[in-house]
């Protein structure tokens, strides 16, 4: 695990030297989704705080096993109506916003106790590639909306670029569509792009966040068809 570890930051830290930028400027989500509890304690116990799930049920008995590390977590898979009170209630972060009825569903069950809820809006940079994420023209409408929200903080864009291509110009265009909303008036901080196989790619480009499972946990198993 510590190798593993070690190596993904060495990686980050050597593009954001390359891109001009501080390595602490990018911040490593791990993705655990598939691994059990015992791979997070032991990334935890090398200084990993966060960790990326994309399955509520799987990710709550993780939670449960793990609590008391004072773990922060990250909701990055698709999200259903039915588990928004449960990713209200249990993770730090939501980095899939593609829909005004999500987000105020997620904002109206977040928990009164908690602080808000950290969300980014999912892009559609690959146009009909990918069927995820909001188109780049329905952008500045969502935010608009989610921003006003009282239960979310609205950090900034996340995307997936379509696999096979080349990834750099879909991340620049998502760091042009942040930079054009702080430029009417919000004020983002938060690019959520880059994984085990293109993290260079999006820290040259302006990410924040790299989303890393594969390069530290190992491959996963393949979904069955
Ligand atoms: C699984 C997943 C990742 C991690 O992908 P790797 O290729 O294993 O690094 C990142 N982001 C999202 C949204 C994912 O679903």
Same mark, same amino acid.
């Given at each position: 695990?510590a190798?593993?570890l070690d =190596?993904?930051q060495a ?5 954001a030297?390359r891109a001009?930028? #501080?390595?602490d400027?990018?911040?490593?989500v791990a993705v655990?989704k598939t691994?059990p %509890?015992e ?6 116990a090398c200084?990993q705080?966060? /960790?990326?799930e994309?399955y @509520?049920?799987?990710? #709550?008995?993780?939670?449960e096993?793990l609590?008391?590390l004072?773990? @922060?977590?990250? /909701?990055?898979g *698709?999200?259903q109506?039915?588990?928004t009170?449960?990713?209200?209630a249990h993770?730090d972060?939501v980095?899939g916003i593609?829909r005004?009825k999500?987000? $105020?569903?997620?904002?109206?069950q977040r928990p +009164?106790g908690? *602080? *808000?809820?950290?969300?980014?809006i999912?892009?559609? @940079?690959s ?7 909001a188109a +780049?023209?329905?952008?500045? =409408?969502l935010?608009?909306? @989610? ?8 950090r900034?864009?996340m995307a997936?670029?379509?696999?096979g291509?080349?990834p750099?110009? $879909?991340? #620049?265009?998502?760091?042009?569509l942040?930079? %054009?909303?702080?430029a009417?008036?919000?004020a983002?901080?938060?690019l959520?792009m880059?994984m085990s ?10 990410a924040?966040?790299?989303?890393v499972?594969?390069?530290i /946990?190992?491959s $996963?198993p393949?979904? #069955? *068809?």
């Open positions: 695990m190798p593993a =190596a993904a990686r980050i830290a050597e593009a030297a001009g930028r #501080r390595a400027e990018v911040a490593l655990s691994f %509890a791979a997070i304690r032991a990334a935890a200084g705080r966060d /960790f990326g994309n @509520v049920q799987e990710a #709550r008995a993780k939670q096993e609590a008391g004072g773990l @922060v977590w990250h /909701f990055i *698709p999200i109506s039915n588990k009170r449960d990713i209200a993770f972060w980095h593609e005004e999500i987000a $105020r569903r997620l904002s109206e +009164p908690l *602080p *808000p809820l950290n969300v980014c999912q892009v559609n @940079v146009g009909e590639a990918s069927k995820s994420g +780049p023209g329905e952008v500045a =409408a935010a608009g909306v @989610v921003c006003n929200l009282p239960g979310l903080k609205l900034g864009l997936i670029p379509e696999a291509g080349d750099r110009p $879909r991340f #620049r265009l998502l760091c042009e942040r930079d %054009a909303l702080n009417g008036g919000l983002l901080d938060t959520s880059g196989q293109d993290l260079e790619s999006a820290i040259l480009e302006g924040t966040i790299v989303r499972g594969t390069a /946990f190992g $996963r393949k979904p #069955r *068809p």
